[in-house]
């Protein structure tokens, strides 16, 4: 679905690459998530794959189109929820679905279902500029949508809602990739990367470090824990122990076998964990 090889850029043309000789593909069907601090890269590649900058050096190809010549028809296997709202003010939510539909020529989902999908039903005839920039949030997400997109591109997008919105939209991403929508989805939030993601790749300084699978990263990097609770004396004891020590592989089963066990479960270690362990950089 995508196929990138030793892409570079450069704003200024003068040897200092926002990105930097970077390869990854992106196999279809898949949730694929890009992960880095501000200024790390993401927002430049994202551009160059879905025509917003033109490439300078390398391949790149999406959805079976080389950007270099980029064909219009491209355009309507894609959509695109950026981070930055940047809907039409003086139109209502109704009004800038409307009229980006037109600009398809494919098949377009109707704007009211997908407001209503997104719970901004009942402000559809409300003027987007009189919105919070979650609601300003909300509606570009619903517009990235409404061209079936094979190829979806989100940038953030879970960023500035309330928790109960975020998991909406969360939810919607992944019954959309049920139904075969291949996703890129740019992040520096590792909660949502580790919840949706089949594989990520973190990249820094335009350069990228690794791409995996959330689950064999915590495998490679991550210690294997579990933390016990238990009453021993009329008191509550709290430990951490290895699974993979013997010691504490015994000290576990005597635990188990001689006290009330209160709450017990293991300890991973978190993406942001493993990306400051594997970068040395914090997600800022």
Same mark, same amino acid.
């Given at each position: 679905?995508?196929?990138?090889?030793?892409?570079?850029?450069?704003?200024?043309?003068?040897?200092?690459?926002?990105v930097n000789d970077?390869?990854?593909?992106?196999?279809?069907?898949?949730?694929?998530?890009?992960?880095?601090?501000?200024?790390?890269?993401k927002s430049t590649?994202?551009?160059?794959?879905?025509?917003?900058?033109?490439?300078?050096?390398?391949?790149?190809?999406?959805?079976?189109?080389?950007?270099?010549?980029?064909?219009?028809?491209?355009?309507?296997?894609?959509?695109?929820?950026?981070?930055?709202?940047?809907?039409?003010?003086?139109?209502?939510?109704?009004?800038?679905?409307?009229?980006?539909?037109?600009?398809?020529?494919?098949?377009?989902?109707?704007?009211?279902?997908?407001?209503?999908?997104?719970?901004?039903?009942?402000?559809?005839?409300?003027?987007?500029?009189?919105?919070?920039?979650?609601?300003?949030?909300?509606?570009?997400?619903a517009r990235s949508?409404?061209?079936?997109?094979?190829?979806?591109?989100?940038?953030?997008?879970?960023?500035?809602?309330?928790?109960?919105?975020?998991?909406?939209?969360?939810?919607?991403?992944?019954?959309?990739?049920?139904?075969?929508?291949?996703?890129?989805? $740019?992040?520096?939030?590792?909660?949502?990367?580790?919840?949706?993601?089949?594989?990520?790749?973190?990249?820094?300084?335009?350069?990228?470090?690794?791409?995996?699978?959330?689950?064999?990263?915590?495998?490679?990097?991550?210690?294997?824990?579990?933390?016990?609770?238990?009453?021993?004396?009329?008191?509550?004891?709290?430990?951490?122990?290895?699974?993979?020590?013997?010691?504490?592989?015994?000290?576990?089963?005597?635990?188990?076998?001689?006290?009330?066990?209160?709450?017990?479960?293991?300890?991973?270690? $978190?993406?942001?964990?493993?990306?400051?362990?594997?970068?040395?950089?914090?997600?800022?």
């Amino acid at each position: 679905m995508i196929k990138v090889k030793n892409l570079k850029h450069s704003y200024n043309k003068d040897g200092k690459y926002a990105v930097n000789d970077i390869s990854f593909e992106v196999k279809e069907g898949e949730i694929f998530g890009f992960l880095g601090p501000s200024g790390a890269g993401k927002s430049t590649t994202q551009g160059i794959l879905t025509g917003l900058l033109q490439i300078q050096e390398g391949e790149v190809e999406v959805t079976g189109y080389n950007v270099r010549k980029i064909d219009n028809k491209m355009f309507n296997k894609i959509g695109m929820s950026f981070e930055q709202s940047n809907v039409y003010s003086k139109m209502s939510a109704l009004e800038n679905l409307e009229f980006y539909r037109k600009l398809f020529d494919v098949k377009t989902r109707e704007p009211q279902d997908l407001i209503n999908l997104v719970g901004l039903d009942g402000k559809e005839n409300k003027k987007a500029g009189e919105f919070s920039k979650g609601m300003k949030h909300r509606l570009t997400f619903a517009r990235s949508m409404i061209n079936y997109p094979e190829l979806w591109f989100l940038d953030e997008p879970t960023t500035g809602l309330d928790p109960a919105i975020a998991s909406k939209i969360k939810n919607i991403i992944k019954e959309e990739n049920e139904k075969g929508t291949t996703i890129f989805l $740019t992040t520096h939030n590792m909660h949502i990367a580790d919840e949706l993601c089949d594989r990520v790749a973190f990249i820094v300084d335009g350069e990228i470090k690794l791409i995996d699978s959330p689950r064999n990263l915590k495998l490679q990097y991550g210690d294997k824990l579990v933390e016990v609770e238990y009453v021993m004396d009329g008191k509550t004891i709290k430990e951490k122990l290895s699974t993979v020590m013997d010691d504490d592989k015994k000290k576990l089963t005597y635990i188990i076998e001689h006290y009330s066990i209160e709450t017990m479960h293991t300890k991973e270690a $978190t993406l942001e964990e493993i990306f400051i362990k594997v970068t040395g950089r914090e997600l800022v």
